[in-house]
């Protein structure tokens, strides 16, 4: 199998996993992966180092949904489509837990990307922060801040309903932070 058949096989979902926690949108995410990986086969001679090729590609995914995302402010005035959350949602064997899931899933995707973006790739796609600063090309810094205020938002998001939050939802301030 070629290198760049191993690299789809390798990334394919945790891209596309990423691309709908950005656009909330099936086929959008679908073209951003496959875009993403059209610059890889135009661009990938200039990897050095290509132990760091996840971060390349979610890099570049994030950088492609913004480049796209400012075109079409430039074009449509058209909202994005909250519906398609449920979509990334897996299902699962427990009700409740699910529900949950669900819950947590429109909450992130009603977030501003700003607070989205670092939170679906540390819990979603489990980054380091390190990989996070790197693909969104923020400091390391922000990415901590960016995260603790996501995971506040949605805390209190989840809180407002506590017939929906799920029991371990109050306990997110004593969680412990993994560092990259």
């Not at 090729?53 to 890099?59: D, E, S």
């Not at 950088?63 to 699962?92: I, Y």
Request: aromatic share 8%.
């Amino acid at each position: 199998m070629s290198e760049f058949a191993n690299l789809v096989d390798a990334h394919y979902q945790a891209l596309f996993r990423f691309g709908m926690s950005l656009t909330r949108d099936v086929d959008r995410a679908s073209d951003l992966v496959q875009e993403t990986f059209c610059i890889w086969a135009a661009k990938n001679e200039q990897l050095r180092d290509r132990s760091k090729a996840k971060t390349w590609l979610f890099t570049t995914l994030h950088r492609e949904f913004l480049n796209q995302r400012r075109r079409a402010a430039k074009f449509s005035d058209e909202p994005l489509d909250e519906g398609k959350a449920e979509a990334m949602v897996a299902p699962e064997e427990d009700a409740e837990r699910q529900m949950d899931g669900q819950r947590a899933m429109e909450l992130l995707g009603a977030l501003e990307e700003t607070y989205r973006a670092p939170l679906a790739l540390f819990y979603l796609q489990q980054h380091s922060y390190k990989e996070i600063a790197e693909i969104l090309d923020v400091p390391i810094g922000t990415v901590m801040s960016r995260l603790s205020r996501g995971k506040e938002m949605l805390r209190r998001r989840m809180t407002a309903e506590p017939s929906s939050a799920p029991k371990n939802i109050l306990h997110l301030e004593q969680e412990g932070v993994r560092h990259g």
